[in-house]
């Protein structure tokens, strides 16, 4: 069974920035693609950003492309999610998740692992 636990969620300002971090328990991490979503209150949890396991390979929702960076340090087995630039609608409940497949990964039906999730709230 394959352990996600996310970390650097908190409280920022509009227009500041956050590092969110999953770690990942299994070694063979960077066989899997890492995906982040997110869940703001009221509303159904949607993709954010995902990066297949060959780490030149990212995918961003439109909202966040150019101020979220997504990458991996598949030697240590976290996955990470630099956040600038934010803004006030992007609180919400981001969670990591991990899975096999290469294609559609948007997709929250192609990850077979979640972590607990981390809350970011962004004040304005």
């Known amino acids: 069974q394959v352990q996600l636990v996310e970390s650097g969620g908190g409280l920022v300002q509009a227009g500041g920035s956050l590092r969110l971090s999953c770690a990942v328990s299994?070694?063979?991490?960077?066989?899997?693609?890492m995906g982040w979503f997110r869940q703001a209150p009221g509303k159904e949890r949607e993709f954010v950003s995902a990066i297949r396991r060959s780490e030149d390979s990212t995918d961003y929702a439109d909202s966040v492309k150019g101020r979220f960076t997504i990458s991996r340090d598949n030697a240590k087995n976290t996955v990470y999610l630099q956040m600038n630039s934010l803004k006030p609608d992007n609180t919400a409940v981001y969670y990591c998740a991990a899975g096999l497949s290469w294609w559609n990964i948007r997709n929250q039906a192609n990850y077979d692992y979640w972590g607990q999730g981390t809350q970011v709230t962004v004040s304005s």
């Open positions: 299994e070694r063979t991490s960077s066989s899997y693609t």
